[in-house]
């Protein structure tokens, strides 16, 4: 099982990004996904996350600027940000527990990480 996440990039103050991640292997079952990210000296911290019924869940500092959401069929969970700030500049890191192998009854659960993807916001 692979996480594979693409999005990011540079980007002025008060624009726009996508970040997107794909999982792929012999996945038989999702369950939370989510959004990290890490800044330059600072400790890696949770962004948002989403169960697979859909709830959401954020970090208060993104509320109302980023969108996490997810596509169970294809096993991707995205994350729309707007109005972005220089301090949301960090490597971002997807994330989630999945369950695979050949036993669909019995799943193997397992915390898996995309590579990281850099966004980096200029004023």
């Known amino acids: 099982v692979q996480l594979q996440a693409s999005g990011g990039g540079l980007v002025q103050a008060g624009g726009s990004l996508t970040l997107s991640c794909a999982a792929s292997g012999s996945i038989v079952l999702i369950n939370d996904m989510g959004w990290y990210r890490q800044a330059p000296g600072k400790e890696r911290e949770l962004v948002a996350t989403?169960?697979?019924?859909?709830?959401?869940k954020y970090v208060d500092s993104v509320k109302g600027r980023f969108t996490i959401s997810r596509d169970n069929a294809k096993h991707t969970v995205n994350l729309q940000m707007n109005s972005l700030k220089p301090e949301d500049t960090a490597v971002y890191y997807c994330?989630?527990?999945?369950?695979?192998?050949?036993?669909?009854?019995?799943?193997?659960?397992?915390?898996?990480w995309g590579q990281g993807t850099q966004v980096t916001v200029s004023s």
């Open positions: 994330n989630a527990d999945i369950g695979s192998g050949s036993n669909y009854a019995y799943p193997n659960f397992h915390d898996y």
């Open positions: 989403i169960t697979r019924r859909g709830s959401t």
